[in-house]
């Protein structure tokens, strides 16, 4: 490609050495926070925050000692690679205000092709976190990244970009692998999190105290380091204890929705 | 209590000095092999483990330098308190064999009455480990202790065993109580690794990763030091994102199991 692409290949000369780039963050919201963070920490430089969220990028802003605006088309074009992070939904409105030829842009989103960008620029990706991100983090957990790139350029930027911040958890991934990542991710994180939520209420209207459950909730995920979930599962259901079982459907009577849940989550267990 | 029974206030004189104690430990399994490196470090004794399991009973006394025996007639006499660290089913046959008057003597489980111990001794309550133990754990834990005792000397004594492993995570708990625990232990311990279970074999059929899922189990684990799980749902569910949805069960067809507690856990979130 490159033979044919004179033009294309001094571009990629010239960015090969850019380890360290100029970026400007569209989206002012848990993900562009954290990973603006991550982005600083590795060395790169935060030209602007562009949001419709004045209050929000100003506040980034300041943190990071950078600019903001929450006009488009005040947008910096200086910037080597454009992180458009703002809810699925908030994408193709915010496609419509951006153009900026001979830029690398990418959004966030796991269940959003790459595509929608190509209004913006020859040059554009997804540069997806899979990680919770919050504001309100005290630390930076590691964020695996999966990029994707619609050309050579996009691919080498947005991958030294993910590479920079994810390191070995920086992966190449493309729309379908996205989509079946973010259902794993569905899984493993908003469901267990709704359990915990579940557990806490039911905790909350019986009198116990939820955070005696802690060292439970860490221990089971931190395991997975070295053991296979599979390998280790326990509990009344899976030895068929139809005693405890009972009890426990007893005492959830008042508790619908978890009652619910533990029905299913026997059966599933049991169907093994 | 103590005014009108003498006998049991000289007892209770001379065991208040006791906080490290001499243990026996009955059972060779998961909780026994944790309970006694706890233990162990935290200065108690544990004179001898006894189990049918001979060749287990045996590697747990060599660890810790002690004696083992698999016949229950030579259990050693001498220790303070007694530890039955059995699964549930065993607990009646192996309180058929025991015979240690004078003695405290508890068993482990969070779902059986402590009075299937009254035939053994006069004193006798629980000692529920509130984690989830695993012989191969190269560290340890901490494990909150749920301990309930018949009498004040079993109380104070379980207490005081509790305290030295458990510190603040030491709770006098009865049995509806230890119940209730059990109930949302099974749920933020076994059904969150259960979707962790089917969140593998999912990604071990579509060929990812999973291993790119832990930074995020451990986010999702590891912020409820710091937020309220109730707080910090998100995902296609709460936000009614029926595109999402309706893609990610497409993807599932192929995996009724996780199909079905997809669309239950889609529900329950959104009848929150």
Known sequence: MCKEDPDHQITLISYEVNLFMDLVLI?????????????????????????????????????????STNYFSAINTKAEVYIIAVPDESIPEVTKELNLPGKVV???AASVPMEVLSAIST????????????????????????????DELSKKKLGTLAKSIAREHSVESGNNERLKLHVAAVTVSNFTNHL????????????????QL?????????????????KVQTG????HDRE????????????????????LFTQSIQDN
């Not at 040059?123 to 619609?150: A, C, W």
């Not at 009344?236 to 030895?239: H, Q, S, T, Y």
């Not at 426990?248 to 029905?263: F, N, V, W």
Request: with cysteine.
């Open 27 to 67: 989206g002012s919201g848990n993900v562009a926070a954290v990973l603006g963070r991550k982005f600083i920490s590795a060395g790169h430089k935060i030209l602007q925050v562009v949001s419709r969220n004045a209050p929000a990028a100003s506040e980034l802003a300041d943190e990071w000692d950078t600019f």
């Open 106 to 108: 990418a959004h966030t």
């Open 123 to 150: 040059h554009y990706g997804v540069f997806y976190p899979l990680q919770s991100l919050r504001k309100e983090m005290t630390s930076l957990p590691d964020i695996p990244i999966f990029y994707e790139g619609n």
């Open 196 to 211: 915990y939520a579940l557990a806490e209420e039911y905790c909350h209207k019986e009198g116990i105290d939820f955070s």
């Open 214 to 230: 802690l060292p439970l909730i860490e221990e089971t995920a931190n395991r997975l380091k070295f053991v296979s979930p599979g």
């Open 236 to 239: 009344p259901a899976l030895r």
């Open 244 to 263: 405890t079982i009972r009890k426990h459907l007893a005492l959830l009577e008042s508790h619908p929705r978890l009652k619910k849940i533990y029905e």
